[in-house]
Every structure is written in C-alpha cells, then in structure tokens.
Nanobody, 126 residues
Framework: QVQLVEAGGGSVQAGGSLRLSCVAS????????MAWFRQTPGKEREGVAA???????GYADSVKGRFTLSKDNAKNTLRLQMNSLKPEDTGMYYC????????????????????WGQGTQVTVSS
C-alpha cells in the first residue's frame, strides 16, 4: 500500500510562488504515474500536472509555462513549483498516484488514479 503526504501549501499574493511536495511511502515504485490535482468548493477535482513512468510531464493549459513538475526518485518525492500564481489557482491541491501500474503518457484524468493524499491548501489573493 502506498501513502502520500503533501506539504508546502500556504497563502501568497498574486504573482508569487509556492512549491508543493508530495512524499510517497509504503510499497512505492519510482515508475508509478503521479500527478497533482486541485479542487475548489463546488467544482470537480481537476488535473494540474502529471508525470509518466519515463519522467515525461504534462500540464493543464491553465498552468502551462507557470508550473513545473519534478520527481526525485531517490527521495520518493513529487514536487510542483508554482510561479506567477493567480487568484484562480486557489484551491486544495492533492497528490495522486496510480499505484501498481506504469503509464506511457502523463495522465490528468481523475478516474485514472487510485491513491490520494489528504491535500494541502493554496490561497492566492489579488
């Protein structure tokens, strides 16, 4: 079983930066697909950034050029560097993993992940 723990959320002004971290523990495998999702009240959880088993990354159009996803396999850590933050980036950010499987392309669909962290709140004020 895999456990995911997120950290790094907080409150910033528009234009600022934050870095989120997700540490995986338990039966981990560096080739598992992983991703960050975010959710605001009343809205469906949406994919923000994902990494596939070969390390290729994919991003939602809304964050391309501003967010950067990276993975430290030695530390079982997934990081999301968020720059030029906007108020619409506000939300609860969740780390996700497709434990037990590899994937050939980055995946941003909610239904494709079977393991979730508890989330970390990001608030961007204007």
């Amino acid at each position: 079983q895999v456990q995911l723990v997120e950290a790094g959320g907080g409150s910033v002004q528009a234009g600022g930066s934050l870095r989120l971290s997700c540490v995986a523990s338990g039966y981990t495998n560096s080739r598992y697909c992983m991703a960050w999702f975010r959710q605001t009240p009343g809205k469906e959880r949406e994919g923000v950034a994902a990494i596939d088993s070969q390390g290729a990354t994919g991003y939602a159009d809304s964050v391309k050029g501003r967010f950067t996803l990276s993975k430290d396999n030695a530390k079982n850590t997934l990081r999301l560097q968020m720059n030029s933050l906007k108020p619409e980036d506000t939300g609860m950010y969740y780390c996700a993993a497709l434990a037990g499987y590899t994937c050939a392309t980055p995946r941003l669909k909610l239904s494709e992940y079977n393991t979730w962290g508890q989330g970390t709140q990001v608030t961007v004020s204007s």
